[in-house]
């Protein structure tokens, strides 16, 4: 069936470097994409997210791309810290009524952060 | 303020027995949520209540599991017949009206079944 996927499964980059986690996505139906991290032991934790008539949002220090033709997300981290260590997961909601309410999660990718 | 709690922490039981597992919305958050998500993996989606029905129930793996929200508060998850397999973090969240609005989770219940 149709799921988020990842490129990755873990990315390491020296401290103080950006970070750019990538994540495809296969249903063209899905209206709203979120990226989460989840560190050890915890719940996912919200960073950013973005709507399908949008290509680009900024939080602080996130960026979030979307790219509809190639259906492909990306989360740029600036100036990684140590504290950015996690696993982090991109997740698509269906427009609503065209499927399951809930949030499809890829399989996440694990972001370390190098000294 | 208080974010989405679940207790307890961490659950031990045997093969064949019964669980409940309790979430604790955030105050004043009107959906609650339950995800399933087994070592390595993203959560799974299980089942997603309105106010105090199940709007969708569609992830539920089968009737072993079942979950209410009586007073569309609190809200527990219950697995009959557990299998090892049912062995995951079982995570809840809330959003403030519904599932168009941002899904805040908990710490999640980690299962282990023996």
């Known amino acids: 069936g149709e799921s988020v996927g990842l490129h990755l499964p873990t990315l390491s980059v020296q401290e103080g470097d950006n970070s750019i986690i990538n994540c495809a996505y296969s249903n063209s139906a899905s209206d709203y994409f979120i990226w989460y991290k989840q560190e050890s032991g915890k719940g996912p934790q919200f960073i950013i997210d973005?709507?399908?008539?949008?290509d680009k949002r900024q939080g602080q220090r996130v960026t979030v791309l979307l790219n509809k033709t190639v259906k492909h997300l990306s989360l740029q981290i600036a100036a990684t810290q140590p504290g950015d260590s996690a696993v982090y997961f991109c997740?698509?909601?269906?427009?609503?009524?065209?499927?399951?309410?809930?949030?499809?999660f890829g399989k996440g990718t694990h972001l370390i952060i190098q000294p | 303020g208080a974010g989405v709690s679940q207790t307890p922490s961490n659950k031990v039981t045997e093969k064949g027995k019964y669980v409940e597992l309790r979430c604790d919305p955030i105050s004043g958050h009107t959906a609650l949520y339950w995800y399933r998500q087994s070592l390595g993996q993203g959560p799974e989606f299980l089942i997603y209540?309105?106010?105090?029905?199940?709007?969708?129930d569609s992830g539920l793996p089968n009737d072993r599991f079942f979950a209410v929200r009586p007073e569309g508060s609190v809200s527990t998850l219950k697995i009959q017949r557990t299998e090892r397999g049912d062995s995951a973090v079982y995570l809840c969240a809330s959003s403030l009206r519904d599932h168009r609005d941002t899904q805040y989770f908990g710490p999640g219940t980690r299962l282990t079944v023996l």
């Open positions: 997740a698509e909601r269906l427009y609503s009524g065209g499927g399951a309410d809930g949030l499809t």
């Open positions: 973005i709507r399908s008539n949008m």
């Open positions: 209540f309105q106010g105090t029905g199940a709007a969708d």
